[in-house]
Structures are given as structure tokens and as C-alpha cells.
């Protein structure tokens, strides 16, 4: 069991790294292009986060094992909220001032509830799947347009996401860069679902287990370093922003991928728990981030209380595992 799970930390690593260069190229090339930077920003930067769970998904569904994708959609955003900006606010308190993430929030909010109510027979339909992505269509096309109507309002989450464009890189480099994202992303992402297909049968463990839990810790890497990097610079906003926005990509554009390509029965823990630890995630980051009795703020002991909800969601999902 050695190989595939050194198969999987290799391809992780892969699958982290090469999103990154993918995601450079592509947005050096729209800059190049004439492409507004405040459009690459909320599309192509804002994608690429979650370009990890995306491949995986797809990779998963056309493996038939819809449960894995699932379950990767749905930890990813567990892990965001918990995990990754509870360890973001240890490290640095996070104030939160950008009317685009306090406008997105009620969103994520809204289409996790929408989401849960689709899984809930213990079903995924393409009819659903398909829903979810011209949501995600619809999303993408008003995020733009009021986004485009407050730029002159110097929002704090969008000046931060504008400085992240890369300036002055060769249209020859960044295709370059764009050619190895779209090799590997899909090479390390079939690795990565291969070899955790491996690991679950040989240990019993669920597809929907795996995806919670190994697959979505590993793919929610880029969100973490860009939210410990973003609040090392003072882009607290944009910290919490790549979060906020990640998970409303995870529901719309990731766990659709998964009905749409196999609709598939999916276990009902999902429905069970964890989509409502999912829920309640959202629901105190809401009240976090929109601070009724104070200005928007995650403090350290915040932190403290999201990172350990989140070991001890794990030690649930162990412990159910191991019964």
C-alpha cells in the first residue's frame, strides 16, 4: 500500500503546482489579449483554486465513482471554512471590509442549501447536475457585471484581486505555462483518483470517505497558501474572498461535473453528515464574517474554535470508518 500512497502525494503536488501554472499562463494571456484585468481576476484567477476538485470530479465521474466526487466538493468547502481559514485567522486575525464577500456569502449560503435539498433522495441526477452549472453560468455573468458597476467604489477584495494579475510576461512563456497546466492537471488528477480508488478498496473505505477526506484536504492546498499569503500582505479580504468564492465554485462547477457525467446513487451519510456539518460551516463563517455586534472579524480564538471543529469532524469520519 506504500506505492499508492506515495502515488497520491506525488500526484497532489502535481495537481496543486500545475493549477498554479495553469492558471498563469492563462491569465498572462488574457492581460496580453486586452482582457480586463478585474474580469481575469473573477474567472480565470478565481477558477483556479478550484481547478484541483474540478479535474478530480471529472476524473472520478468518468472513473463511476460519482460518491468520490461528491465527496470531494462538499470536504473542500468543509476544509475552506474550517481548516484553512481557521489556521489563516491563528496565524492573523482577519478583518472583513470588501462588500463583494459580505454580498457572496448569503450566495455560498443559498446554493449549499440548494445543493443538499438535490442530494437528499440520495440521488445526483444530470437534470440537477446540469442546474448547478448554468447557476454557475449565471453566477460567473452577474458576478461581472456588478463587479464592472463597483470597481469605481474601490472595493477592497477586487483592488487586492487586480494586483494578482501577472504584468509583463511573454505571450510564448505564458502559453508555455498554459500547454503544461492542461497536460498535467488532467495526468495527476487521474493518478490522484487511481490511486485512491486503490487505497479505498483495500481498506473498505468508502469512495465518499476518501473524497472527504484525503482528496479534499489535498486539493484545498492552493486555497490555503493563497489565504496565509493574502493576510500575510494585509489582503484580508481577498484571504477570505479566495475562500468564499472557492466554495461557490466547488457547489456549482465541481459537484455538478458529478451528475452530469455519471448520475449516481450517493451514500446517505452525505445527506446525513455531511452536508449539514457543510451547512452549519457556512451558516458561523455568515456570522463571523458579518460581526451583528461589531465590525466584520475572525480573531485568533475563532480560528481556534473553526480548526477544532474541523479535527473533530475528522475524528467522526475515522471513527465511522474504522466501525
Do not use: C
Not at 472583513?96 to 437528499?120: C, D, G, H, N, Q
Request: aromatic content about 8%; glycine content about 8%.
Amino acid at each position: 500500500m506504500l506505492q499508492p500512497a506515495l502515488f497520491i502525494l506525488l500526484s497532489l503536488a502535481v495537481l496543486v503546482w500545475s493549477a498554479d501554472r495553469f492558471v498563469y499562463g492563462a491569465a498572462a494571456i488574457a492581460k496580453n489579449f486586452g482582457i480586463s484585468p478585474l474580469i481575469i481576476g473573477l474567472t480565470i484567477v478565481a477558477m483556479g483554486s478550484s481547478a484541483p476538485e474540478m479535474l478530480v470530479a471529472a476524473q472520478a465521474a468518468l472513473a463511476g465513482k460519482t460518491e468520490m466526487a461528491v465527496g470531494n466538493a462538499v470536504g473542500s468547502n468543509i476544509t475552506n471554512i474550517l481548516l484553512v481559514l481557521g489556521v489563516t485567522a491563528l496565524i492573523k486575525p482577519l478583518v472583513v471590509a470588501s462588500k463583494t464577500v459580505k454580498r457572496e456569502l448569503p450566495i455560498m449560503l443559498t446554493i449549499s442549501l440548494l445543493a443538499f435539498y438535490m442530494v437528499s433522495d440520495n440521488y445526483l441526477s444530470r437534470a440537477e447536475g446540469i442546474t448547478l452549472l448554468f447557476g454557475f453560468a449565471i453566477f460567473i455573468f452577474t458576478l461581472i457585471k456588478v463587479s464592472m458597476n463597483q470597481k469605481a467604489a474601490k472595493d477592497p477584495m477586487l483592488v487586492e484581486m487586480e494586483s494578482e494579475i501577472p504584468d509583463g510576461v511573454p505571450t510564448k512563456k505564458a502559453a508555455f505555462w498554459l500547454l503544461v497546466g492542461l497536460i498535467l492537471l488532467p495526468l495527476s488528477a487521474s493518478i490522484l483518483v487511481d490511486s485512491a480508488v486503490v487505497i479505498a478498496q483495500n481498506y473498505g473505505v468508502s469512495d465518499l470517505v476518501i473524497g472527504l477526506t484525503i482528496i479534499a484536504i489535498g486539493t484545498s492546498l492552493p486555497e490555503l497558501a493563497a489565504s496565509v499569503t493574502g493576510v500575510l500582505r494585509g489582503e484580508d479580504d481577498l484571504a477570505i474572498g479566495n475562500i468564499v468564492g472557492s466554495n461557490i465554485f466547488n457547489i456549482l462547477a465541481v459537484l455538478s461535473l458529478g451528475g452530469v457525467i455519471n448520475p449516481a446513487v450517493i451514500n446517505a451519510d452525505a445527506s446525513t453528515r455531511d452536508f449539514p456539518v457543510m451547512l452549519i460551516a457556512s451558516i458561523v463563517l455568515m456570522a463571523m464574517a458579518f460581526g451583528f455586534k461589531r465590525d466584520g472579524r475572525i480573531n485568533r480564538l475563532e480560528g481556534f474554535i473553526l480548526v477544532s471543529f474541523f479535527i473533530a469532524y475528522q475524528y467522526i469520519l475515522f471513527r465511522h470508518t474504522m466501525g
